[in-house]
């Protein structure tokens, strides 16, 4: 069946410091990829998302690439500040409507 | 204003009792959702409506009912709780099923149960 495997967390870094979160992906078809962010308190907001293979997602400084021949969207930010921290969820979608949410990865920036 | 507004935010109740939670969506989208997300985080859809028709039911107990009345509202109604429900519940809308837009999601609703 489809899935999404991210790396478990919590992460803990120093403000400035490069992000990178792992997720890959197992499904049939091809998915669209999603990143979620859902700061503490609050319900979950898209960040970015790639539709097709090789395409790029961007915003806020983070960016993830769909990698079809490693089925990987790793969420990458070159500074991390403190107000990324939250817990990111890497997510896809395939066939009717389904969005597949993998178990989540909680940042936490200290100053 | 808000895209996607639950109410209420947050809910205790004790075991045996029915609740509702209601969404309402004022984006013109076509489909809504409830999904379930538990103490670890770990998010599970129950279920989606397209323009109020049912479209996926995942496997939840038949305790919870979701009721769309108009495209723009979708209501959760839960009999008999139990412990196992507490969790945050959260409400999402998307402009139609198979679109790539990705999902707008309502700030949650934390149901205690005790």
């Given at each position: 069946g489809n899935s999404v495997t991210q790396m478990e967390g919590p992460v803990t870094l120093s403000e400035e410091a490069f992000l990178t979160i792992n997720c890959t992906y197992t499904a049939t078809g091809y998915p669209s990829l999603f990143w979620y962010v859902q700061y503490p308190g609050e319900g979950l907001q898209l960040l970015l998302k790639a539709t097709k293979a090789d395409d790029k997602g961007s915003n806020k400084g983070f960016e993830a690439t769909y990698r079809k021949e490693t089925t990987s969207f790793h969420l990458e930010k070159g500074s991390v500040q403190v107000s990324d921290s939250a817990v990111y969820f890497c997510a896809l979608k395939t066939s009717y409507d389904k969005v597949i949410f993998g178990p989540g990865t909680s940042l936490s920036v200290i100053p | 204003d808000t895209a996607v507004s639950q109410t209420p935010k947050?809910?205790?109740?004790?075991?045996?009792?029915?609740?509702?939670?209601?969404?309402?969506q004022n984006l013109g989208h076509d489909t809504m959702y409830w999904y379930k997300q538990d103490s670890k985080k770990f998010l599970k859809i129950m279920f989606s409506y397209n323009n109020k028709e049912l479209i996926i039911n995942e496997t939840v107990p038949n305790r919870f009912s979701p009721k769309s009345p108009d495209k723009a509202h979708l209501n959760l109604h839960i009999n008999s709780l139990e412990l196992g429900d507490s969790?945050?519940?959260?409400?999402?809308?998307?402009?139609?099923?198979?679109?790539?837009?990705?999902?707008?999601?309502?700030?949650?609703?934390?149901?205690?149960?005790?």
């Open positions: - | 947050y809910l205790v109740t004790q075991m045996g009792n029915d609740k509702s939670i209601k969404c309402e969790a945050v519940y959260f409400c999402a809308s998307s402009q139609a099923p198979g679109s790539n837009y990705g999902y707008t999601f309502g700030s949650g609703t934390r149901l205690t149960v005790v």
